[in-house]
């Protein structure tokens, strides 16, 4: 006998439509999201009680992707990972994950955006974290490799100014080098 085929959720699938809303630049609202995913505004409702719910699960369905990837970046069986090496799987996934306007999800609706930024930087904090107690300078350098990979995600996210493959290259080497570097002493 076989087993029907799985399809996805009704809470997947108006996920995967407000996300696809927000590459297309479509303003996110529970009837648009309805509307895009097939389903009535009850129906919606039913998973996403209030637009709150919806964005948070809109950023965290983003981040869950993003920390997967990350993952990916680290190396082969690292179950605590340094600074360094979760600085580098960021500064590697900002330069070699595709990224779209999804991604900028968080900033999906000006009302809401402090909270989902909060929600944001609480899921992706431990990623970039840079202990306090390393001294200026080694903090310093370790915060523009950050805001270098930032900035990477950001011009590919929004569409402002994107780097070109061979800068993407030669940033992650630059960028790799930082992370190596001491501060002189």
Request: hydrophobic share 40%; glycine share 8%; with cysteine.
């Amino acid at each position: 006998m076989s087993r029907p085929a799985h399809r996805p959720s009704l809470r997947d699938k108006a996920l995967d439509s407000g996300l696809d809303l927000l590459r297309r630049g479509t303003p996110l609202s529970l009837d648009s999201v309805a509307r895009a995913a097939g389903l009535t505004k009850p129906g919606l409702m039913y998973h996403f009680p209030t637009k709150v719910t919806l964005m948070t699960a809109l950023v965290d369905r983003v981040v869950d992707r993003c920390e997967g990837e990350l993952e990916g970046h680290l190396p082969a069986g690292t179950t605590s990972p340094t600074t360094k090496e979760r600085l580098a799987a960021y500064l590697r996934w900002s330069l070699v994950s595709p990224h779209d306007g999804a991604d900028l999800v968080m900033l999906g609706d000006p009302r809401l955006r402090d909270r989902m930024i909060a929600r944001w930087s609480e899921r992706l904090q431990p990623w970039v974290e840079i202990p306090e107690d390393l001294p200026a300078p080694d903090r310093a350098r370790l915060h523009l490799v950050r805001l270098a990979a930032d900035g990477a995600w950001f011009a590919d996210s929004s569409g402002y100014l994107p780097l070109t493959d061979d800068e993407r290259r030669d940033l992650l080497l630059v960028a790799l080098g930082l992370l190596e570097q001491r501060a002189a002493g």
